[in-house]
């Protein structure tokens, strides 16, 4: 047996070697070295032919052993230390990045924050109220006595609690008034924007779930005449000096008198077309003066004080602006018309 090939073959020695190697370049360099091509497993292979037969399985015995040995541990220190090698290149500053997508606000939020600021600009104060609402906010305290056949002019989804008082889906946000005049001495400029519902089935311009606003103005020397410079001043603010408002007489159990109030067409400039009916206007909400009921129901004196309230449907104004339809739309989430706005 030649002797000389054999000590190279020191797994002791190798395994110690390769359990002190630091970094991902050494474990190479020691990988070369006993298991590459001219490394000390391949060197000892070649002398096995030269060997007399018994030594030959004995000295292939321990190539194989070492090889397995030395592998195992390198591929284990591989897997601690890393990649091979590490990219060094410098980064290419003047390649283009993939931008960050950012969110926006859906529609019917950029409308309500849009009609805030127009409000605002004018002196009124923001503020909300619950969805859940009484009976008596969403009705009685608004002069509709239980068996008002007003009542009916809003198809009402109950909330079943199994007490004594109804609660039901506030199907506008006039029960806000209430609320506001109840914590608030006039004067009082105040909108309400929220979601409300209704038992009504979906149609073009109709949802059971939409969104309305509410304004409502309480001080002395009030008039019919201040609520129609108001609602000319914000529907030309939001929809531009071009559009012009129009009250017809109508009516609700809170305001008295009250009116039904419209925009002239923003599609034909009010010459009559198919989403005006050939009316030239379109209709966008309900007002009037605070009836002398309601501000007793919040103990207003409705001597000394007088006021005008509004409400009209949110999601009306972006679809007459930017001529959304059907009302769905603005509810389907779908991504392709979230972005276009
Ligand atoms: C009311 O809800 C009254 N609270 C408005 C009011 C406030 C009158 C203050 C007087 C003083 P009405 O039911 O007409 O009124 O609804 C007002 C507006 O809400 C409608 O003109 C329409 O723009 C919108 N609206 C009503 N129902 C729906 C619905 N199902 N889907 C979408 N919008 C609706």
Not at 185 to 211: K, Q, W
Request: hydrophobic share 35%; charged share 25%.
């Amino acid at each position: 047996m030649d002797t000389d090939a054999v000590p190279d073959l020191n797994l002791t020695a190798a395994l110690e070697a390769v359990s002190a190697a630091r970094s991902p370049e050494q474990l190479a360099e020691l990988r070369r070295e006993y298991l590459g091509k001219r490394g000390v497993a391949a060197r000892v292979k070649e002398t096995i032919k030269s060997l007399s037969p018994e030594d030959r399985p004995i000295v292939g015995q321990a190539v194989s052993l070492f090889t397995a040995k030395i592998t195992e541990a390198l591929d284990a220190a591989d897997a601690v230390a890393g990649p091979e090698t590490i990219d060094e290149s410098p980064i290419d500053l003047t390649l283009r990045g993939h931008g960050r997508k950012r969110g926006h606000m859906h529609l019917v939020t950029q409308c309500r924050r849009d009609l805030e600021d127009v409000f605002v600009s004018l002196g009124y104060q923001v503020a909300e109220g619950p969805e859940v609402e009484s009976d008596w906010y969403n009705f009685e305290a608004l002069n509709f006595p239980p068996g008002h056949p007003a009542r009916a002019m809003q198809d009402t989804l109950y909330v079943d609690l199994g007490e004594p008082e109804q609660v039901l889906l506030r199907t506008h946000t006039s029960p806000v008034q209430v609320r506001v005049m109840e914590s608030q001495t006039p004067p009082i400029y105040c909108v309400m924007p929220g979601r409300t519902y209704r038992n009504e089935t979906l149609d073009a311009r109709h949802s059971p779930v939409f969104h309305q606003i509410e304004g409502l103005a309480v001080d002395r020397g009030l008039t019919f005449g201040d609520l129609a410079g108001t609602i000319e001043a914000f529907t030309s603010a939001y929809f531009g000096q071009k559009v012009k408002s129009r009250l017809l007489p109508s009516y609700f159990p809170f305001t008295e008198p009250s009116a039904e109030f419209a925009l002239s067409c923003v599609f034909c400039d009010g010459s009559g077309c198919r989403v005006c009916s050939n009316t030239g206007w379109i209709e966008l909400g309900g007002c009037g003066m605070v009836d002398p009921n309601v501000f007793r129901s919040v103990g207003i004196d409705p001597e000394e004080f007088s006021g005008f309230a509004f409400g009209f449907g949110l999601e009306r104004m972006p679809m007459l602006r930017y001529g959304v339809e059907p009302i769905k739309t603005f509810f389907d989430n779908d991504v392709r018309f979230l972005t276009r706005y």
